[in-house]
Structure formats: C-alpha cells, structure tokens
C-alpha cells in the first residue's frame, strides 16, 4: 500500500504522537500541530500563513505532553494533503536520545528500534 506520501518505501516506522510544533526561517515563525514522527523526520499539519518552499531548511521545536522538547534541524520534503513533511538533516545528542527513548516506549519493541538505528547509518 502507498500513499501520497511516499510511505511505500518508508524504512523507519512512524507513529502518531500529541505535541506543539514551532518552525523558524530566518524570516518567519509558525506555530502548528505534530502528526507523527520517526527517527527520520516529522509530519505537522500546515500553519495557515505558510510560506515555505520544498527544499528548504528550517529550526523545528517540538513540545510533547510532560514539557519534553526535541530540537532540530530539518528541510522540508514533502508538501500534500495539508500537511508537511520534515527529514531531519542535525539533531543534538540530548534531543536524539529523548527522541530514541520516546520511539522505544512507542514501538514497544527493542529489536525493532534497534534495526532502525542501524538503517540510520545505511
């Protein structure tokens, strides 16, 4: 099964998780929700003042319930459907490690998380 947006070859599970998501440009600020996320990249629904171009990079803050913040540098690649589609170019080792535990508690499996890990470096 595909999608319009290119799950048909999605190597790293996504899972659908509450959080606030902010973006900055060098010129702009969006505020907006998170729809799901992996260890790749995010998918947010579309701020209503969108402005940005496929291709471009960003800051992404992510909030999720409990005031666990993820920060990252990401560049979005896919636009459809009202939402966009974020890969992950930097991410630091504390935000990484908060993201790699919030996936563990979610997949509920560590032999899965631990074949994606190693998909990272593939």
């Not at 908060?98 to 032999?111: A, D, P, S, V």
Request: charged share 25%; glycine share 10%.
């Amino acid at each position: 099964m595909s999608d319009s947006l290119g799950n048909e070859r999605r190597r790293f599970r996504r899972f659908p998780i509450e959080g606030s998501v902010r973006l900055y440009s060098g010129q702009a600020m969006w505020s907006t929700s998170l729809v799901d996320m992996s260890l790749r990249g995010v998918l947010v629904e579309r701020p209503q003042d969108w402005t940005g171009e496929l291709g471009s990079r960003y800051r992404l803050d992510l909030r999720l319930e409990g005031g666990v913040m993820i920060a990252m540098g990401v560049e979005l690649s896919r636009l459809a459907n009202g939402h966009l589609g974020f890969a992950c170019l930097k991410i630091d080792l504390d935000s990484f490690a908060r993201l790699k535990r919030l996936i563990e508690l979610n997949l509920g499996n560590t032999e899965i998380l631990n074949r994606e890990l190693s998909a990272l470096g593939a």
